[in-house]
């Protein structure tokens, strides 16, 4: 019995140990697994809210700590609003689980996948991300604590980046070392900074001064930093580098800069940037700051790849606001213009012919460019009621509705412009009717003017007449023989019918056909003579036998009657 209970006594041990171990290895491996899986993006759905494309998380129905954290999550992007924060438009709880709506987006990593971000891009894209953190620092107090590259979103519309993944986020005044050790779990490898992968968390210890949880993000943003360029042949960022390493993935916390040092270093800023930054805070600059700007604005884009003014600065720049305070400048002119196709003109094109350019004129982007970021911004524009929008979309209209399909320019082009025609101000009703006219070449004026049109004016200019046929050529009809199919050529003295033949003679010269065309006018006007001379000789031959007639019964009266 003691043998059988002290054996019992071990197994049961064992079993215990292995169940710790079990309970062990499930915690490493949550703890290192990607915590970009808490919700699946849905890519490919075709969705909308209000009227807007939007992108779909969703998650699988459960409870429990992590069901709870995903809820907490879609509070905090609910109530911020930054332009560096992903926009949220609605969100749904149900049985079937969990399903969160937010702006077009695509995962930083699939982008990055792809290898499709510039130096510039890269630059911009990084600002953007210390810009949202740093309002989230400074503004809100928060502390994201679990920044990587899966909570990092790419706008499909701006290519600006956005930051997402919320769920490990908190008040940097509550939190304390319960809180940490809480969150630890869902939290990304190269969120976590050393002082939290210490065994056992006893909150945080920094100098006067540093938010706790500010230290945790800069760290985290330094490993976004590497992650990016990584791998990246010449990008000219070594004092970029030398900053994260030395800096901000300081082992100890109090060392770390805060964001706002971080903005101000040179690497985080470039010319790209530095016009996103002018136009965000266009309202509080001064007209004379304005007039600097703008005045070589058209220098800076030109100098800039076209890629890089595609997908970051057109929208910026074509917005009401910006159009407005701009006028009606060059870099307009510039913007709108369609490049030049080496190729001929598509056929879904409604204008097939050939554009005239200005000498003066440079297009900055090229044709895929601008169908792909001008277009779609242009036709939200036409729904715009400002009166200087309004002038500068007019003033390009043949621009950049000449590879614009007669679907679209039906669609959405044509009874937007058609609008102008009810402003009371002359100078809008003037430039709609002008561009109307350039509408008519693509459309036809029926479905411009919507009416039924009918020809009021005629050609007045005689037309080339194909030659006769010989009247020896086998088949070949008479002059005198009535033809249905005839041409009027009108003159001042006469009309004159003259017969076409239905097929001309190819091999006969322009010079012959005119010398026969006027023979058989001349013959013709000689019998249309001879037969009023004839008519003539006729009616007074007529005359002449009614008054012998007329004699005759004068004479036979009298005779019958007697004398007297």
């Not at 809008?428 to 008519?440: F, K, Q």
């Given at each position: 019995r003691?043998?059988?209970?002290?054996?019992?006594?071990?197994?049961?041990?064992?079993?215990?140990?292995?169940?710790?171990?079990?309970?062990?290895?499930?915690?490493?491996?949550?703890?290192t697994?990607?915590k970009?899986?808490?919700?699946?993006?849905?890519?490919?759905?075709?969705?909308?809210?209000?009227?807007?494309?939007?992108?779909?998380?969703?998650?699988t129905?459960?409870?429990?700590?992590?069901?709870e954290?995903?809820?907490?999550?879609?509070?905090?992007?609910?109530?911020?609003?930054?332009?560096?924060?992903?926009?949220f438009l609605?969100?749904?709880?149900?049985?079937?689980?969990?399903?969160?709506?937010?702006e077009?987006?695509?995962?930083?990593?699939?982008?990055?996948?792809?290898?499709?971000?510039?130096?510039?891009?890269?630059?911009?894209?990084?600002?953007?991300?210390?810009?949202?953190?740093?309002?989230?620092?400074?503004?809100?107090?928060?502390?994201?604590?679990n920044?990587?590259?899966?909570?990092?979103?790419?706008?499909?519309?701006?290519?600006?980046?956005?930051?997402?993944?919320?769920?490990a986020?908190?008040?940097?005044?509550?939190?304390?070392?319960?809180?940490?050790?809480?969150?630890?779990?869902?939290?990304?490898?190269?969120?976590?900074?050393?002082?939290?992968?210490?065994?056992?968390?006893?909150?945080?210890?920094?100098?006067?001064?540093?938010?706790?949880?500010?230290?945790?993000?800069?760290?985290?943003?330094g490993?976004?930093?590497?992650?990016?360029?990584?791998?990246?042949?010449?990008?000219?960022?070594?004092?970029?580098?030398?900053?994260?390493?030395?800096?901000?993935?300081?082992?100890?916390?109090?060392?770390?800069?805060?964001?706002k040092?971080?903005?101000?270093?040179?690497?985080?800023?470039?010319?790209?940037?530095?016009?996103?930054?002018?136009?965000?805070?266009?309202?509080?600059?001064?007209?004379?700051?304005?007039?600097?700007?703008?005045?070589?604005l058209?220098?800076?884009?030109?100098?800039?790849?076209?890629?890089?003014?595609?997908e970051?600065?057109?929208?910026?720049?074509l917005?009401?606001?910006?159009?407005?305070?701009c006028?009606?400048?060059?870099?307009?002119?510039?913007?709108?213009?369609?490049?030049?196709?080496?190729?001929?003109?598509?056929?879904?094109?409604?204008?097939?012919?050939?554009l005239d350019?200005?000498?003066?004129?440079?297009?900055?982007?090229?044709?895929?460019?601008?169908?792909?970021?001008v277009?779609?911004?242009?036709?939200?524009?036409?729904?715009?009621?400002?009166?200087?929008?309004?002038?500068?979309?007019?003033?390009?209209?043949?621009?950049?509705?000449?590879?614009?399909?007669?679907?679209?320019?039906?669609?959405?082009?044509?009874?937007?412009?058609?609008?102008?025609l009810?402003?009371?101000?002359?100078?809008?009703?003037?430039?709609?009717?002008?561009?109307?006219?350039?509408?008519?070449?693509?459309?036809?004026?029926?479905v411009?003017?919507?009416?039924?049109?009918?020809?009021?004016?005629?050609?007045?200019?005689?037309?080339v007449?194909?030659?006769?046929r010989?009247?020896?050529?086998p088949?070949g009809?008479?002059?005198?023989?009535?033809?249905?199919?005839?041409?009027?050529?009108?003159?001042?003295?006469?009309?004159?019918?003259?017969?076409?033949?239905?097929?001309?003679?190819?091999?006969?010269?322009?010079?012959?056909?005119?010398?026969?065309?006027?023979?058989?006018?001349?013959?013709?006007?000689?019998?249309?003579?001879?037969?009023?001379?004839?008519?003539?000789?006729?009616?007074?031959?007529?005359?002449?036998?009614?008054?012998?007639?007329?004699?005759?019964?004068?004479?036979?009266?009298?005779?019958?009657?007697?004398?007297?």
């Amino acid at each position: 019995r003691d043998r059988s209970t002290m054996g019992g006594e071990q197994s049961a041990n064992r079993r215990a140990e292995a169940e710790e171990d079990l309970a062990e290895e499930e915690e490493k491996v949550l703890q290192t697994q990607d915590k970009e899986h808490l919700w699946t993006i849905l890519h490919e759905e075709a969705s909308s809210v209000d009227g807007e494309e939007s992108c779909v998380f969703t998650r699988t129905p459960g409870k429990g700590f992590e069901a709870e954290l995903c809820c907490r999550g879609v509070q905090h992007l609910r109530h911020l609003r930054h332009p560096n924060i992903l926009k949220f438009l609605c969100f749904e709880q149900s049985g079937a689980g969990l399903v969160l709506r937010t702006e077009p987006v695509v995962p930083l990593g699939m982008v990055l996948g792809m290898g499709g971000l510039r130096a510039e891009g890269r630059v911009v894209g990084w600002r953007g991300v210390a810009e949202g953190l740093h309002f989230l620092h400074s503004k809100a107090g928060l502390s994201h604590n679990n920044l990587h590259a899966g909570c990092i979103f790419v706008s499909t519309s701006s290519s600006q980046w956005r930051i997402g993944g919320m769920e490990a986020m908190e008040l940097s005044s509550k939190m304390d070392a319960e809180f940490l050790k809480s969150i630890l779990p869902i939290r990304h490898p190269t969120a976590v900074p050393p002082e939290d992968k210490e065994k056992g968390v006893k909150g945080p210890k920094f100098g006067a001064g540093v938010l706790p949880g500010h230290s945790r993000d800069v760290w985290a943003f330094g490993q976004l930093l590497l992650d990016v360029v990584k791998g990246k042949a010449n990008t000219g960022d070594a004092t970029m580098l030398s900053y994260v390493q030395q800096r901000m993935l300081h082992q100890n916390p109090s060392c770390r800069p805060t964001m706002k040092e971080i903005l101000a270093q040179c690497w985080m800023r470039n010319e790209v940037t530095e016009i996103i930054a002018f136009l965000s805070n266009l309202a509080i600059k001064t007209s004379q700051q304005k007039k600097t700007f703008f005045s070589g604005l058209n220098q800076q884009i030109h100098s800039l790849p076209s890629s890089v003014v595609s997908e970051y600065l057109i929208p910026h720049l074509l917005t009401p606001f910006v159009m407005r305070e701009c006028g009606r400048g060059e870099v307009w002119r510039d913007i709108f213009t369609l490049s030049p196709s080496p190729s001929p003109s598509s056929p879904t094109s409604a204008f097939q012919g050939t554009l005239d350019i200005d000498q003066d004129t440079c297009p900055v982007l090229a044709r895929e460019e601008y169908k792909a970021h001008v277009l779609p911004t242009v036709f939200n524009l036409l729904q715009c009621r400002e009166k200087c929008v309004r002038l500068i979309l007019l003033q390009h209209l043949k621009q950049f509705t000449s590879c614009c399909s007669k679907e679209d320019l039906t669609r959405d082009v044509l009874p937007e412009v058609l609008v102008g025609l009810q402003d009371s101000c002359d100078e809008v009703v003037g430039a709609t009717l002008r561009s109307l006219g350039d509408l008519v070449d693509m459309l036809g004026a029926q479905v411009v003017m919507g009416t039924t049109q009918r020809t009021v004016f005629a050609e007045a200019a005689p037309r080339v007449v194909p030659p006769l046929r010989a009247m020896s050529e086998p088949g070949g009809k008479s002059l005198d023989t009535p033809h249905d199919n005839f041409l009027l050529q009108q003159s001042d003295a006469s009309r004159i019918p003259v017969p076409v033949s239905d097929q001309s003679d190819g091999g006969m010269e322009r010079s012959q056909r005119m010398e026969l065309m006027r023979q058989r006018r001349e013959e013709q006007r000689q019998k249309m003579q001879a037969k009023q001379k004839l008519g003539i000789i006729l009616y007074h031959q007529s005359s002449s036998f009614v008054m012998l007639c007329m004699c005759v019964v004068c004479v036979v009266c009298s005779c019958r009657k007697g004398p007297g």
